[in-house]
């Protein structure tokens, strides 16, 4: 047995041990845990300072789970279940599609958009992944594929292997793309062994899943490091939280210490409508704020799109802070920068068609943006 198999065996996965550990009453959360599984690894127990900090509220669960809103009812906000052609599969953007490899997370996030089946029994098996590749080898606009679930690298270094050579038998799927938590909550799952299987594969790419700065620590660094050597270009996806990372200065910490360890931010969510998360949200106007608080004040790799991927399957929408642009019209671009200083833009004249003929305006219709 490998050393992160030991990690995750000696994992707090249920309340009697959660009780023992971290003194939370056994029976004020049996009940949460029944519906929505516990895990949290030594590494992930090594980073809680105190009681609901930023690591303890991702992770420890409590009562307001079984809480919903009205906002926050459904169990698949995205629609991933309507938009799923095949079993684990889903195919809502024209080029892309998202594959379930597992149900099962180094850690169960207590507001995870998965909520639904995280933790339950269930993996990608040879008939899924044969439905799969058939479903791909049809569909030659797809170019990029994202392993998820759950967590692909929960799956044993034979089996993961299995699974990327069945998918590199299709000619036109140019990118292969893993959404992961391991190397920040289970960093010893990242070994010499899993870093030359995944060289293979390349175009490969991965988006790691930080919120807080406390979770880039040495062990951390040392798994993106052997990652990033293997030629994998790091990206992170971070989820806006009530209380965890609502404020400027500790995202913009976290987005510096990612790209100190090769890890460039990619987006900032705001938290989905799943029930059993509604107590994690914040207003949109926080985000934005935080945008306009990176904006300028660090350098523009540390600044992520900010983005709701929108209720009802609509995909992912980048939302961007309103005073950047004050006005357009055709004659100019009236911006203002991250001091609040305004600068003019002049707009070409006319536009030259590759024939040499005038092209056609583009229509946009001007409007003043109110300032605060």
């Not at 692909?152 to 292997?161: H, T």
């Not at 998918?167 to 793309?177: D, Y």
Request: charge should be negative; glycine fraction near 6%.
């Amino acid at each position: 047995m490998e050393q992160w198999q030991n990690d995750l065996r000696n994992s707090i996965d249920d309340v009697e041990t959660l009780q023992t550990v971290l003194g939370v009453p056994a029976e004020t959360v049996r009940e949460v845990v029944q519906k929505y599984p516990m895990r949290i690894t030594p590494h992930v127990l090594s980073t809680i300072k105190r009681q609901d900090d930023a690591i303890w509220r991702q992770v420890v669960p409590t009562n307001e789970e079984l809480h919903h809103d009205a906002a926050c009812a459904s169990e698949d906000p995205l629609h991933e279940g309507e938009d799923s052609p095949v079993p684990n599969l889903v195919h809502r953007y024209p080029d892309r599609v998202l594959l379930y490899v597992t149900n099962q997370c180094p850690i169960y996030c207590r507001f995870c958009t998965r909520k639904r089946f995280v933790g339950s029994p269930g993996t990608l098996t040879p008939d899924n992944l044969r439905q799969v590749v058939a479903y791909l080898q049809a569909h030659t606009e797809v170019r990029d594929i994202i392993l998820s679930g759950g967590d692909p690298l929960m799956v044993v270094d034979k089996l993961l292997e299995r699974l990327l050579s069945a998918l590199r038998t299709v000619p036109h799927l140019e990118i292969i793309r893993i959404g992961t938590r391991v190397p920040g909550t289970l960093p010893s799952r990242i070994t010499e062994a899993l870093c030359a299987l995944l060289k293979k594969y390349h175009p490969f790419y991965m988006n790691l899943h930080f919120n807080h700065p406390d979770e880039i620590t040495p062990e951390v660094a040392r798994a993106c490091g052997m990652l990033a050597d293997a030629g994998i270009p790091l990206g992170s996806q971070t989820v806006l939280l009530e209380g965890v990372n609502d404020d400027a200065e500790v995202m913009k910490r976290l987005m510096q210490k990612l790209l100190a360890i090769r890890v460039k931010p990619y987006y900032i969510y705001q938290a989905d409508l799943v029930a059993g998360t509604h107590h994690f949200r914040t207003r949109v106007e926080k985000g934005l704020k935080i945008i306009s608080a990176l904006r300028g004040h660090t350098s523009g790799m540390a600044v992520p799109h900010f983005v709701i991927d929108a209720p009802g399957g609509g995909g992912k929408i980048a939302i961007l802070p309103q005073e950047t642009l004050f006005w357009m019209d055709d004659k100019e671009v009236v911006v203002q920068n991250y001091e609040g200083k305004t600068y003019r833009y002049p707009q070409v004249s006319e536009q030259v068609g590759s024939a040499g003929e005038p092209a056609r305006p583009l229509s946009f219709v001007a409007q003043p943006i109110q300032m605060d």
